[in-house]
């Protein structure tokens, strides 16, 4: 019998068994293949605006990403240098051999259950999750995180070549799907992509612009391993008309404008063939390109993720200046998956239908690892709480990003995979990368899930805030700089605090409140807030059906 | 729990016999005193003067305290029952609004906090959501619907340039290292452009004028022939006289439609020194109102004329021999035989006229033109600061102004433009 069970031992998946494990669960992680675990399935890179500040936030919890990436950055950019310390991001390239093999070690080292099988079916008995059906037999559990990623009836488009299956060479679990799909969960369809892999050997990197790692040393985590590995520089490449031109001639080859892909892909991570149709004016982009790892001849080319065929891939690569040679090792392709409904989630992540079910990750309709392995954090404590009667971890918009990703998620569902970006939180200016331990450390201690080490170094920064020499230090000054702003943002929290206390009963009928249109009925029954503050966030809503539903909400508590 | 002190205009829409402005939150009671001296026993209504911050003189008006929580809102209160007049309302309202600490209560806020600490029972609560929503969606669509869309196009156009803005300032941000954007020296420049044209918007007539009408108030000396011009204003086959309310205190409002323009029509006690308490009390309250005056019908002798910058002079009872001439300047009028009442009607609307916003222009109310300032003093201090950031988090700020103004939830609307603007992402 286990407390929890994880199934999928992705960026969710593993954070969510250690983070379980940490509060001191048996945890087993299902994952179909032991050496998945750790796996970067896109891009090699960790971090960036957003997703970096989650990766810090992830961190104070004892998350695995943050120290796993230390271990594996060979190049390493503080983004946004000159905009002020709140928006910097900090972004790694990583390893993958590395990053596998240090994600391995973490969550061989947390104490996780490593069960190598296909999952089957959740077995569902009086409304709560009590064990997983596997090839291997039935597990039985006292809660359960969903992590399995772009697993719901996931298509893959190379051109006209289509595919059944998640990833590249990996295997889709259909009963498992099906069974979530009866459950009623799954939303629509949401589309993602990833570029070709270049042979690294075949690029003239001498006519190309280079762009070096940083020359100062910073880690992900705030505790150092000591860890430093050699570091690479990157480079960029640019498109030009005669790019353009193949790319456009080959419009009618291209699932995406041929109608063959049905969902939505994200606004902000265009297919190049998206960026040549819908910016004609440009006559070029960038491509940025990132080597995979040390002993790796494998570059990826961030900036054309593209689902073209393969032919027009080549073509259209080589007609760039520095990789007119260039050999494509593999090539793009666009995945088109399923998703959950995110508004079926409480803040814990716990669906709000099945007891002890819990779901974390890209089948959430995110996109990114950081967006992913935060998830995992929260689905991973509270699973815990759950199995062991612990009190629930919540995040909140004003203390941390991974707050803000789970109440949009929950409150306003996604139309598009849903990326972290600085803009999303109305507290920008207090929730910087580098306080994210001042932020989170004391609940980071309260829930109990994290080690000496860590409480040693979050109670020694505690202390080191105390003293007089702490307005020198970088933080100190960023405190110093942002002042103003943070006090009125203090206020407008106080205000949302207020809200924040008016809870809505979940068996509250939207459309039996006095003075609720029909059409605020529906808007609110999609996002089911559970308290009028989340409700004043949810689009459309007007004031007057809140002051409706505020006094419902209150006469129904009393 | 620290909450803010609301205020707002608890009865209806002025011009009315009484106005009650309630003031209700922890600096309740220190607001009531900067306004009115000093505050009497609890529950017992006094006659105190309210002054602004200056020392001008606002109104006398009867001032009521309640402790918290024997309240209507289980907070400190403060009554002021005003004379219901438009511009004592605006002056005791703006008053308030230069404290610290205090700001115009929200829709259903008062009811919202009595509900908080207690006060209401739940089955009156019930029915006031009915009420509550009646009102603040007609609230909401006559804002908007008013000017037969004019109004919300032009607030739409300033909510996109400032959502062009607010995703300009974001994707220089979340963008770091796309060529597509950077941080863009424009954007001061086009805030600072916003910022002035809205302040221009701010500083025309609103459209409280039009709704309540234009006050025009006549004063003179006892005996002037005030009553008697009112009467035959009133009469006048071209005045339409829309409602007469009785004389409930010592002043006669006639609303009144001329040539289109609305006006409220204001007589007062006769201006001279007296001994007389209650008498002093009337004359008081009409140096007042030509203070608070609009236009000015002046009936008294021209050097006596009170100093105000829409005034006309009139020469009243110009039926009688002994007056048959009008000093310069004065206009020769008489209600008797109608005499100089059109030429006197024409001047008035004429000045009125000024004070309305032009024919077929947009309006702002006053609550749209708080939302508007808001965006405004944003947009300044975006243009004003060199940190990128704090640039960045002003436009937001304009932004939710706008939001707010027009109901609307907005980030995704700033992803869309966003993104239908920029090539981003990698």
């Keep these: ?558 | 729990m620290s909450a803010d002190t609301i205020f707002a205009l608890s009865s209806g829409r002025p011009p009315a016999a009484v106005s009650i402005i309630r003031v209700s939150g922890p600096g309740a009671h220190g607001a009531g005193r900067r306004l009115a001296g000093s505050l009497p026993d609890v529950r017992i209504a006094a006659l105190r003067t309210l002054r602004d911050e200056a020392g001008g003189r606002l109104d006398d008006a009867l001032v009521l305290r309640f402790d918290r929580p024997a309240s209507s809102t289980g907070e400190d209160i403060v009554e002021f029952h005003c004379h219901g007049g438009r511009a004592v309302v605006d002056a005791v309202l703006s008053a308030l609004a230069e404290i610290e600490g205090l700001r115009p209560a929200h829709p259903g806020e008062f009811t919202r906090r009595a509900f908080e600490n207690g006060r209401i029972d739940l089955t009156e609560a019930e029915g006031l959501a009915d009420l509550i929503e009646a009102e603040t969606e007609f609230q909401r669509k006559s804002a908007l619907a008013m000017a037969e869309g004019g109004l919300k196009r032009q607030i739409e156009q300033w909510q996109k340039r400032v959502l062009i803005l607010s995703a300009q300032a974001e994707a220089a941000i979340d963008y770091a290292e796309d060529d597509d954007v950077g941080t863009d020296p424009t954007l001061a420049k086009e805030c600072f452009e916003l910022a002035r044209e809205l302040g221009e918007w701010l500083g025309r007539p609103r459209i409280e004028p039009l709704k309540d009408g234009v006050r025009v108030v006549i004063a003179g000396p006892p005996n002037a022939g005030k009553s008697s011009l009112i009467n035959a204003i009133a009469g006048q086959e071209r005045a339409i006289v829309t409602d007469i309310p009785g004389t409930t205190r010592d002043q006669i409002e006639v609303p009144l439609s001329l040539g289109g323009i609305p006006i409220l029509l204001t007589d007062t006690a006769g201006l001279r020194e007296s001994d007389d308490t209650i008498e002093r009390i009337g004359i008081n309250r009409a140096r007042s109102l030509v203070e608070g005056a609009d236009v000015l019908l002046w009936l008294g002798e021209t050097k006596e004329a009170p100093g105000h910058s829409r005034r006309i002079l009139v020469h009243p009872r110009a039926d009688l021999a002994e007056r048959a001439t009008a000093p310069e300047g004065s206009l020769a009028v008489s209600s008797v035989t109608g005499a100089g009442l059109d030429e006197l009607l024409a001047r008035t609307s004429e000045l009125a006229a000024s004070l309305l916003p032009d024919e077929g222009a947009i309006a702002l109310n006053r609550r749209q033109a708080a939302h508007v300032a808001e965006a405004q003093g944003a947009l300044e201090a975006a243009a004003a600061t060199n940190e990128f950031v704090f640039a960045a988090e002003n436009v937001r700020a304009a932004r939710v102004a706008f939001d707010r103004l027009t109901g609307r939830a907005g980030m995704e609307d700033v992803l869309d433009s966003l993104f239908g603007r920029f090539c981003l992402g990698k």
């Design chain 1, 1 to 558: 019998m286990f407390d929890v069970l994880v199934i999928g031992a992705g960026h969710a998946g593993c954070e969510a068994a250690a983070a379980a494990a940490r509060r001191g669960a048996r945890v087993g992680l299902v994952t179909f293949r032991a050496k998945d675990i750790g796996q970067m399935s896109c891009n090699p890179s960790i971090g960036g605006v957003g997703k970096g500040h989650l990766v810090r936030e992830l961190d104070v919890f004892d998350g695995l990403m943050a120290r796993a990436a230390d271990r594996a950055a060979i190049h390493r950019r503080m983004l946004n240098r000159s905009k002020g310390p709140a928006v910097q991001g900090p972004r790694f390239q990583a390893d993958r051999r590395l990053y596998r093999s240090a994600m391995a070690a973490l969550v061989a080292e947390s104490g996780v259950e490593v069960l190598v099988a296909e999952a089957l079916a959740l077995r569902i008995e009086g409304g709560r999750v009590t064990g997983l059906h596997t090839c291997a037999g039935v597990l039985g559990c006292r809660a359960l995180v969903v992590a399995t990623g772009t697993f719901l009836d996931a298509r893959i488009f190379v051109g006209d070549e289509v595919q059944e299956g998640g990833r590249r060479g990996e295997r889709a679990s259909g009963a498992l799907a099906e069974q979530v799909r009866g459950m009623g969960l799954a939303q629509g369809r949401l589309k993602t992509g990833t570029p070709p892999r270049l042979d690294g050997r075949t690029i003239d990197w001498s006519c190309l612009e280079e762009q070096p790692s940083d020359l100062d040393h910073w880690t992900m985590s705030s505790l150092d391993e000591g860890i430093r590995v050699p570091q690479l520089a990157c480079a960029i490449a640019r498109t030009n008309g005669r790019t353009h031109e193949i790319i456009r001639s080959a419009f009618d080859r291209s699932p995406l404008f041929a109608g063959a892909i049905e969902g939505r892909g994200p606004r902000y991570c265009p297919s190049i063939e998206d960026k040549v149709k819908r910016f004609a004016d440009r006559d070029s982009h960038q491509i940025f390109l990132e080597p995979e790892g040390l002993e790796d001849h494998l570059v990826y080319p961030n900036g054309v993720s593209t689902s073209l065929p393969a032919d027009v891939q080549r073509a259209f690569l080589r007609s760039v200046e520095g990789l007119e040679r260039v050999e494509v090792v593999r090539p793009g392709y666009a995945v088109e998956y399923e998703f959950v409904d995110p508004r079926r989630l409480r803040s814990t992540l716990e669906t709000t239908d099945i007891a002890g079910l819990f779901l974390a990750g890209q089948i959430n309709g995110t996109t990114g690892y950081e967006e992913a392995a935060a998830q995992g954090l929260a689905a991973g404590l509270n699973a815990a709480a759950h199995a062991l009667a612990l009190d629930k971890v919540q995040f909140d918009r004003r203390t941390s990003y991974i707050g803000v990703m789970i109440d949009d998620l929950t409150l306003q569902g996604v139309s598009e995979p849903y990326r972290m970006m600085t803009a999303r939180a109305e507290y920008r200016l207090a929730l910087r990368a580098d306080n994210a331990t001042t932020r989170l450390g004391m609940a980071a201690i309260e829930a109990k899930c994290v080690k000496d080490r860590r409480r040693d170094q979050i109670e020694n920064h505690f202390e080191r805030r105390a003293r007089s020499t702490w307005s020198d230090t970088e933080e100190g000054k960023a405190d110093f700089l942002y002042a103003p702003y943070l006090e009125r943002q203090e206020r407008e929290w106080e205000a949302v605090q207020r809200d924040a206390r008016v809870t809505i009963p979940a068996w509250l009928e939207f459309a039996s409140v006095p003075g609720i249109s029909t059409e605020m009925a529906e808007r609110l029954e999609h996002a089911r807030p559970e308290t009028l503050d989340q409700a004043s966030r949810i689009r459309g809503v007007t004031p007057a059906a809140l002051s409706a539903l505020y006094v419902a909400a209150s006469r129904r508590a009393a």
